[in-house]
């Protein structure tokens, strides 16, 4: 315990984490928490009690705190779920927000909705978020946005709306590659080698076609000729992100790319971007999830 | 428990299963057993005891019988590792068959090396023998030749020879993607569409860089659209063959190519070709893998 007392409280909370940040009198953070109890791994009553746990001693018990969330938490499948908007439209409309039922009295808790597409079929959920607090960043921002992750989003975004966007799920391949298929025998859990990376990134870009082949080679490579595990993990993590920017080259064939993401991952795309001759520069993936929150809490209290 | 006494035995030793016959002095098949006690589930010293809980009620106490087997069984981690050949390289080669250390003094087990490719590094083991088996029943034969499976092989073949091959683990990403993604929830386990599968195989053929994107669209399209789980299966199956067609190019534009693996897949990969203007026809696995066993155990014989 401490005597932190938040003004209003933040909350990422996606499918595998939940981030809260203490917010003061000046948007300032004051404090950050971070759990694993991710949405996938909670029950409806659960969420109220995660949320309290994390947040508690940053309440104040005369007062009511809001807690602004985005993310899976509004899924089907979450504390309460909140209907989609529909592109093209702004990243977060205040009308829209769904409150959760509570039982605590010290807590008020508003979940931001997710953005839907219809033609062609796509959804996010928690990247309006951190979009939207891009474009508060950069008013009259029109361009492409990149928010890299296991469902990687290129998104079109003109006179402060998300005009379309499109989801390539790069992440969550390389993912159950690397742990359920036979090449997890023959990469790496976390080396690198950049010239590998690079090398994967070229033959994915320029022979998608062959992905399926391609990545039988990296355990025949290992076989035949003793392919390196690290050697190995950085080419299929290449060649996966070069197939995808391939499918994606309308979107950052002529645009600066901000990619917003984690720094990890962010830097990957704008590596695998700069091979390519495309041009990219990151993007606080805090900075625009808090500046997201905030403003539609600061739209909340003024109306 | 019968009467049934095989001239020799044939086994076709994989990764998840094993089949065996039992051949006659015709060389006609007297008997066929198969286990799903595969290569993956396997000691090497459980590989014998296996074997002879299959085949013993097929042997003469009175003399050794040959059993002539072909698969992974011959993998580093199978029974007893058999050396690849290299391409160029006829697909059996009877002086490079490896012999198990048996136990059992009625049998002696014979293991078919698989095939290696230096550049591109490529693997088989297992589909060699089918090659062999098909070659045999068509003399001269110089053209193309696609195994459906979970790892699939396009194999150029001239003069007798498996000259360069091809491999794609579509079959294996099929597996993954269904059961550990988040597709799991919007596919069916097995019902299907042909209309989804057709349009699946042009879409992943003509875009193979957006993949990732179209795979994400299955899940998109359930929770926007409400699509059918039978349809997003069938369109899953059909957009990554699509992908591989589009790889293989090379290997089918030119060519009527033969199929040779299980009905349904090698029916698959039939439908795909020719909604893309290819030509196939199928071949039967049984009949390929039994011709190229028993050639190989002629051969040995009449050494």
């Known amino acids: 315990m401490n005597d932190i007392k938040a003004k209003w409280i933040a909350a990422d909370w996606g499918t595998t984490h939940m981030r809260a940040w203490a917010i003061g009198e000046e948007e300032n953070v004051l404090a950050f928490r971070e759990s694993n ?32 969330a985005c993310g899976m938490v509004g899924a089907k499948q979450g504390w309460v779920e909140t209907p989609y908007l529909k592109t093209p439209c702004v990243p977060i409309d205040n009308n829209q927000l769904t409150t959760a039922n509570t039982h605590d009295k010290r807590i008020i808790v508003h979940l931001v909705p997710g953005v839907m597409q219809n033609h062609p079929a796509d959804i996010m959920r928690g990247e309006e978020t951190q979009i939207s607090g891009f474009i508060n960043k950069n008013k009259g921002f029109k361009g492409v946005v990149c928010l890299p992750g296991t469902h990687a989003k290129w998104v079109n975004i003109q006179e402060g709306q998300i005009s379309s966007f499109k989801t390539f799920m790069t992440g969550e391949l390389f993912g159950v590659i690397s742990n359920h298929t036979l090449i997890r025998h023959s990469t790496s859990i976390k080396g690198w080698n950049q010239e590998s990376f690079e090398e994967g990134i070229h033959e994915g870009f320029n022979n998608p076609g062959l992905i399926a082949s391609n990545l039988f080679s990296l355990r025949a490579e290992s076989i035949v000729n003793n392919m390196d595990r690290d050697q190995a993990r950085s080419t299929l993590s290449g060649l996966l992100l070069g197939v995808e920017l391939n499918g994606a080259q309308s979107y950052w064939k002529d645009n600066n790319v901000t990619l917003i993401g984690s720094e990890l991952l962010s830097n990957n ?18 900075t625009a999830t808090l500046s997201g929150l905030s403003s539609a809490y600061t739209n909340l209290v003024s109306d």
């Open 269 to 286: 795309y704008h590596q695998g971007l700069k091979v390519l001759g495309g041009q990219s520069q990151l993007f606080s993936l805090e």
């Open 37 to 68: 109890e991710g949405m996938k791994d909670l029950q409806q009553n659960e969420f109220e009690p995660v949320l309290l746990r994390l947040i508690e001693s940053w309440l104040d018990d005369t007062k009511v705190t809001t807690v602004m």
